[in-house]
């Protein structure tokens, strides 16, 4: 089948380019890339007034399956993930069973390939079983299809099993993506310790419980010469260690998802269970500080964290109530609303954190529209303003805090592997 | 004690002092004042909420909260339910918004709750058509402590605005601290905490008071001490090194008082006493202690709250007021 984008503003940051033109898709690959391109054999899409770029890059989402599926299914996921104008999602393993073998991973690329919709990019356990005891078989995990491993939802505890793990990860060229929580200093902490945690006298998590950990991980890397990536980066302090890290040349990157970036702890006054998150929602002042770190690029990429829990799990005592939102449906407008309206990036600047960065540290071969790249492409209308209601959301759970909010720009056609898989008419 | 006020009563829930404004405070107190009266009759009973169910609601244990609540209803003529959850269907797995629509199914008014959990009234008012009364939830607010116990300092030492209070002790795990920080910088008081380091929690300063960790800075010029109970079944790993310790360097003891505090400084508790450890035994009992007045008035004040609660949908509630203390209940 070919396609023929017509007169989308083409944004590739992996080529430099931001520039109006046409993109020809066939047998699944980019054809030909810019100017004006004539094919009457082609489906055509007409992309006036809309961005078009290489399909998202999610480097941190929750499928709940195999285990949980009655929370969500690669399939629910799968198709939120479109809507919200992701291509590929790297499934944290921290599913019941995780996924710290060749046959689980072969199993959710497998049902990737069943669905249909987006790419599935697993990412396996660093330790076996998730379990921070013994390195989980990297090497197998590697060969199965993982570009990265991660105990994703834990911290390793063990600075000596983390050291020991991060050199034989990258012995495999395995990207290890670090969930930095000292689980000593969260303890039974609910929300951030700041005046708000104070007010609301619910059990706080100080900035510290990330920070520290963040510290380490950063020097193990360095000791063990290995590609380390921060999970949801949350706290000032953190994006502070961060830059320096970078500046002295570890191999260091790190992401932060949309809730950080819009919310702050003043918002749990409602006791909300949705803003409920780990890490959680810190202050005015830890948010504006990663919204300064994702301009100047000390954070590389925007990820999701899209956590999905039931209502009946979620309507609760704050206290019990388990931790995590969705977000691959609202990642898109949360970050023109927040990072491009208010000036932190322009555009280009947001194709590289959602789609670019994330395949160039995963070392992937997507985020880009070069010519002979693997047609993943999401067109979007930048100024498309819409509703996010309950009866909109793919997820089979709908446990985010910004149902009803007003969003600002939708994606309106996402095409991956050369195929068509979602195509709004009008909303 | 009356007042000019012309606050009325609109809010169906009363989730905390936080959200309250100082008139409406100062309209809570003022109609305990009447209720107070009505306590001190022969029969100490008015029909003001007759017909109306009341629910205590308590997850976690209680002996004063609860009793106070029930007799206040009970002396506004209301229907009373009590829930010990300890034996009820929580025990089988049944979550709280189950239990209260299916209490609410049963058609009750207003519903008091008390729970471990931050948020636990805020969560139930969202799910239930009653009115929901916080009657302490885990460490965020005691809004009925606070009340009662502005309306003690008021009741005797004429005023609130401009007196020195200090309030000692676990100020971390304390309800009643931040209930009563609220309502005492709302009215004006000048408020300071004190407590070990580790008991006070960060950018307390923020909510408009002084913190200190010495005792005699606390107790030096204060008018009242409201007094907390250290809350050994709140602290999972222990936030300071011993009782005995904890006794040495923040116990109040007459010696202390006499070297540094005001002669009639007043001394508060909200219970129950721990003897010996915050306070010693003599000063619990001595002259300048309105501990169990405090304990009085809860009842006052609660009745208050029900009454104000339970009339919120009413235009005329200074009219019923008035009428409900002209008819005075006596024996056929």
């Known amino acids: ?427 | 004690m009356s007042t000019k006020n012309t606050v009325k009563w609109t809010k169906k829930h009363l989730l905390g002092i936080e959200d309250l404004s100082a008139e409406e405070i100062q309209l809570i107190l003022d109609h305990a004042v009447g209720f107070k009266e009505v306590l001190e009759r022969p029969i100490p009973k008015v029909p003001t909420l007759r017909g109306k169910t009341i629910v205590n609601m308590f997850c976690e244990p209680s002996t004063r909260t609860r009793s106070s609540f029930e007799l206040a209803a009970k002396r506004l003529s209301a229907d009373t339910l009590n829930l010990a959850t300890a034996s009820s269907s929580f025990l089988k797995g049944e979550t709280l918004k189950d239990t209260a629509r299916n209490i609410e199914a049963m058609k009750v008014d207003m519903i008091v709750m008390r729970h471990a959990c931050p948020g636990a009234p805020h969560f139930l008012s969202g799910c239930v058509g009653a009115s929901v009364i916080n009657a302490g939830d885990g460490a965020h607010e005691h809004p009925t402590q606070a009340l009662l116990d502005v309306f003690t300092i008021r009741e005797k030492l004429g005023k609130v605005k401009g007196l020195k209070v200090s309030i000692i002790g676990d100020i971390a795990h304390s309800r009643v601290a931040r209930s009563n920080i609220w309502a005492l910088t709302k009215l004006g008081a000048k408020v300071t905490v004190c407590g070990p380091k580790t008991l006070i929690p960060v950018e307390i300063e923020k909510m408009g008071v002084r913190a200190t960790y010495d005792v005699k800075e606390a107790l030096s010029g204060a008018d009242v001490l409201n007094m907390l109970r250290i809350q050994l079944e709140r602290q999972k790993r222990p936030l300071f090194p011993s009782i005995r310790e904890y006794v040495r360097e923040f116990g109040i003891n007459s010696r202390l008082l006499e070297k540094h505090a005001k002669k009639e400084v007043m001394i508060m508790h909200p219970g129950p006493i721990n003897r010996g450890v915050e306070l010693s035994q003599d000063v619990a009992d001595g002259e300048y202690s309105v501990i169990l007045n405090q304990v009085t008035n809860g009842v006052a004040v609660r009745m208050a709250v029900l009454f104000l609660l339970g009339h919120v949908k009413k235009e005329q509630v200074g009219e019923q007021h008035k009428k409900m203390m002209k008819n005075k209940l006596t024996i056929p």
């Open chain 1, 1 to 427: 089948m070919k396609i023929l984008i017509k007169n989308g503003r083409i944004i590739d940051p992996s080529q430099g380019i931001d520039k109006t033109g046409d993109i020809l898709v066939e047998n699944g690959k980019i054809a030909q890339a810019g100017g004006s391109i004539k094919d009457k054999n082609a489906k055509t899409i007409l992309a006036k007034d809309k961005i078009v770029a290489p399909g998202f890059v999610d480097m941190h989402t929750h499928l709940r399956e195999p285990g949980r599926e009655e929370v969500e299914t690669i399939e629910t996921a799968l198709s939120a993930a479109v809507s919200g104008g992701f291509t590929t999602v790297s499934a944290m393993p921290n599913t019941e069973p995780p996924c710290d073998s060749q046959a689980h991973v072969k199993f959710l690329l497998e049902r990737a390939a069943e669905v249909k919709l987006a790419n599935i990019l697993p990412v396996g356990t660093i330790t076996k079983n998730r379990e921070g005891l013994e390195m989980s078989e990297m090497g197998e995990l590697r060969q199965a299809g993982c570009l990265a491993v991660s105990d994703d939802g834990d911290p390793v505890a063990d600075p000596g099993l983390m050291r020991i793990a991060m050199e034989y990860a990258s012995m495999v060229d395995l990207l290890v993506i670090s969930h930095c929580e000292d689980k000593a200093l969260s303890a039974e902490g609910v929300m951030h310790e700041g005046y708000w945690s104070t007010v609301l006298g619910l059990k706080p998590i100080p900035a510290e419980a990330e920070s520290t950990i963040v510290e380490r991980d950063i020097r193990l890397a360095g000791l063990a010469g290995a590609r380390l990536h921060i999970a949801h980066v949350s706290t000032a302090e953190s994006v502070e260690i961060i830059k320096n890290a970078k500046k002295e040349g570890v191999k260091v990157t790190a992401e932060v998802t949309p809730h950080h970036f819009t919310l702050s702890d003043e918002a749990l006054k409602t006791f909300d269970t949705n803003m409920k998150v780990s890490p959680p929602l810190r202050s005015a002042k830890d948010v504006q500080a990663l919204k300064e770190g994702i301009r100047d690029g000390t954070i590389d990429v925007i990820a999701t964290d899209h956590a999905p829990h039931l209502a009946n799990e979620k309507e609760k005592e704050f206290d019990y109530a388990p931790f995590g939102m969705i977000g691959l449906e609202t990642a898109l407008p949360l970050a023109v609303m927040k990072l491009v309206d208010e000036g932190y990036l322009d555009w280009p600047g947001l194709i590289r954190k959602l789609s670019t960065r994330p395949s160039e540290i995963l070392k992937y071969n997507r985020g880009s529209l070069e010519k002979g790249a693997p047609a993943d492409i999401v067109i979007i209308d930048p100024a498309k303003e819409w509703i996010y209601t309950r009866d909109r959301i793919r997820s089979r759970s709908s446990n985010s805090p910004f149902i009803g909010w007003r969003m600002k720009s939708a994606v309106t056609d996402v095409i991956v592997g050369g195929k068509i898989v979602l195509k709004t008419a009008g909303m």
